[in-house]
């Protein structure tokens, strides 16, 4: 049987032209810029400070999926799995090796790919049912399904261009999902919808999976991954790391996620820095403000981000997402109470947690700055730290399940004789 993917020697190059950053330039500097533009050009000389290099985001992957199959590509941010779903997508060209695809590819790689925002959620699915190779017979027949399943009914004859980010989701899902591809390409982009949704996509994927179609999947929801997927395919810097079980190559990329630490400090080089903000400094802290060494699920704690504000920004609130191992969103937070104007200068933003809170568990940390609904400034998972349950379960030392690790108040008391209808 031919394998419904084939990739051979697949790479992609981009080229990157390093530069320095320069966070203030006078009026007098950008002029001066502007007018030897010309003349640096005709020099051959670059425009920016830095040598052109290049960047392989894939190099040398190979390997095969089967029709039926459904295959997890795990990795962390920057290792390619994007780059290859829009190469197996057609989005974009590969630099080396080659690709073979033996079906019809539906593909849901971020919100609103394949829609026009003046169109209404109607237009879109036919146009959206065309791109992906869809007869008008074909949507007709499915049309009512993905109305349905998109919960989008009241507004189906609004232009998408006033839709939430949620609702797009769900009619771009819907759309790929339900008009039979023989190959299903779903990236990270379910994280958008609501837990309600995700849990109503997943189903779809199976249901999906469960007609022989294939499905390549990429998350960071390790629990999703391992209800879905028979196989994973994790990537480290473009290429394969392991090809094997979704457990196991799962468990490797686990592992080797836990490159962030309990404390950071970003060299000005490479601290993360937009819109008017600089990263400085990041840390797990005790009960003590001390950089925590060793938590216990009965210790409180802080998380604490420690920034640079270049220029004026109104309303600026700092937040934070808490993943388990799993992959599991535990919990996030921002300082939307205490939004104020912040003025240029050094600040400090702290989060406190009481004890007894979460369970004996390994956590990641990421910040995102933002101004009411927009981003101004989000990192990577960046800080990671352990808890450990030393009371353990009674007189045992088994692990409590769940995600959190109250301390409950109980009691036991014997009932007197004779007032129970069971004496």
Avoid at 258 to 282: F, M, T
Wanted: charged residues 25%.
């Amino acid at each position: 049987m031919e394998p419904a993917i084939r990739v051979t020697n697949l790479g992609k190059r981009y080229r990157v032209t390093g530069a320095e950053k320069a966070p203030y330039r006078t009026l007098r500097e950008s002029l001066t810029g502007l007018a030897t533009a010309p003349l640096r050009r005709l020099m051959g000389r670059s425009t920016r400070a830095g040598e052109v290099s290049d960047f392989w985001a894939l190099k040398d992957v190979s390997f095969e999926v089967q029709p039926g199959e459904v295959v997890g590509i795990i990795g962390r941010n920057g290792a390619g799995k994007s780059t290859l779903l829009k190469i197996l997508s057609r989005i974009t060209k590969p630099t080396t090796g080659r690709v073979e695809i033996n079906g019809r590819v539906g593909s849901l790689l971020e919100v609103g790919t394949g829609f026009h925002p003046e169109l209404t959620g109607r237009e879109n699915v036919y146009l959206n049912g065309s791109i992906l190779g869809m007869s008008r017979k074909e949507i007709d027949r499915k049309f009512d399904e993905i109305v349905a399943f998109a919960e989008i009914d009241q507004f189906l004859d609004t232009p998408v261009k006033r839709y939430s980010s949620g609702m797009y989701v769900r009619l771009a899902f819907a759309v790929a999902a339900h008009l039979e591809p023989e190959i299903l390409i779903v990236d990270e982009v379910l994280a958008v919808g609501d837990v309600g949704f995700q849990k109503k996509c997943l189903g779809r994927m199976r249901t999906v999976a469960g007609d022989g179609r294939t499905i390549l999947f990429v998350s960071h929801n390790i629990a999703a991954l391992q209800s879905l997927c028979t196989r994973g395919v994790y990537l480290e810097e473009g290429k394969i790391a392991c090809d094997s079980s979704v457990k196991e190559a799962a468990g490797l990329y686990l592992n080797k996620s836990q490159y962030c630490h309990n404390s950071i400090n970003w060299e000005k080089s490479v601290a993360p820095a937009d819109n008017g903000l600089i990263l400085i400094r990041a840390a797990i802290l005790d009960y003590n403000g001390e950089v925590a060494t060793r938590l216990t699920c009965q210790s409180p704690l802080r998380i604490m981000l420690e920034y640079k504000v270049t220029k004026t920004i109104r309303n600026l609130s700092i937040g934070f997402d808490l993943q388990n191992k799993e992959g599991i969103l535990v919990c996030g937070s921002n300082s939307e109470g205490a939004r104020e104007t912040h003025e240029p200068g050094n600040y400090t933003a702290e989060c406190r947690f009481p004890g007894w809170l979460f369970n004996e568990d390994c956590y990641k940390i990421k910040f995102i700055l933002h101004v009411i609904d927009r981003v101004l400034l989000a990192t990577d998972w960046c800080l990671a730290f352990d808890l450990y349950d030393d009371e353990g379960h009674g007189s045992g030392r088994i692990k409590i399940h769940g995600i959190t690790r109250p301390q409950l108040q109980w009691s036991v008391s014997p009932i007197s004789f004779g007032t129970s209808e069971y004496a």
